[in-house]
């Protein structure tokens, strides 16, 4: 079975930064990949970046330039940096970690219990 634990959210202010750590655990697999989603009050959970275990990043448009995604595989931890961050940026933010065992393989997907992030004007 896989965890996920998550660390690093809290209150800043606006333009100050914070970094969201998400360590896995368990039995994983080499095809891989972590998302950090986040769901603001009223809204849909939106997903803010992803990395997959080649390096391949993505991120949302609004964070681009601002947040960056990484991954140490010796730790099985996926980071988030968020810098300049604005109020918009407040909600509560969840950890994904997906893998499958083999190419073209059903995909499972777990859930970090999510860690909230409080940006203050």
């Known amino acids: 079975q896989v965890q996920l634990v998550e660390s690093g959210g809290g209150l800043v202010q606006a333009g100050g930064s914070l970094k969201l750590s998400c360590a896995v655990s368990?039995?994983?697999?080499?095809?891989?990949?972590m998302d950090w989603y986040r769901q603001a009050p009223g809204k849909q959970r939106e997903l803010v970046a992803s990395?997959?275990?080649?390096?391949?990043?993505n991120y949302l448009d609004s964070v681009k330039g601002r947040f960056t995604i990484s991954r140490d595989n010796a730790r099985n931890t996926v980071y988030l940096q968020m810098n300049s961050l604005k109020p918009e940026d407040t909600g509560v933010y969840f950890c994904?970690?997906?893998?499958?065992?083999?190419?073209?393989?059903?995909?499972?997907?777990?859930w970090g219990q999510g860690t909230q992030v409080t940006v203050s004007s």
């Open positions: 994904n970690y997906w893998q499958r065992q083999i190419l073209g393989g059903s995909r499972r997907d777990y």
């Open positions: 990395i997959t275990n080649g390096g391949r990043t």
């Open positions: 368990g039995k994983i697999f080499v095809i891989n990949g």
